[in-house]
């Protein structure tokens, strides 16, 4: 079964900046379109940043300029630098893996992002 494992999420300041990090099984991230997603309280999961393997990104426009998506193949680790937070960005942020190739749609538990004073 494949697990990704997120970590980075939290409390803070309006402002403030937040590092997310999303790591997946060596199989996979090499062939992997990696996003992140968010969802908050009431609403439905939505798209905030992809990266593909050859680094190719996509924002939400709500983000752009803000929230930087990356990999780093040698740790098989995909990125969320999340800077000038704001208060609705608060949310669950979940982590994907998926290939149309290959046939496969992974998600992680998802992390608590928190942005309040």
């Known amino acids: 079964q494949v697990r990704l494992v997120e970590s980075g999420g939290g409390l803070v300041q309006p402002g403030g900046s937040l590092r997310l990090s999303c790591a997946a099984p060596?199989?996979?991230?090499?062939?992997?379109?990696m996003g992140w997603y968010q969802q908050a309280p009431g609403k439905q999961r939505e798209l905030v940043a992809t990266?593909?393997?050859?680094?190719?990104?996509t924002y939400a426009d709500s983000v752009k300029g803000r929230l930087t998506i990356s990999r780093d193949n040698a740790k098989n680790t995909v990125y969320l630098q999340m800077n000038s937070l704001k208060p609705e960005d608060t949310a669950v942020y979940y982590c994907?893996?998926?290939?149309?190739?290959?046939?496969?749609?992974?998600w992680g538990p998802g992390t608590q992002v928190t942005v309040s004073s």
């Open positions: 060596v199989s996979i991230f090499s062939t992997a379109v």
């Open positions: 990266i593909t393997s050859g680094s190719r990104t």
């Open positions: 994907n893996a998926r290939s149309t190739l290959y046939g496969y749609d992974h």
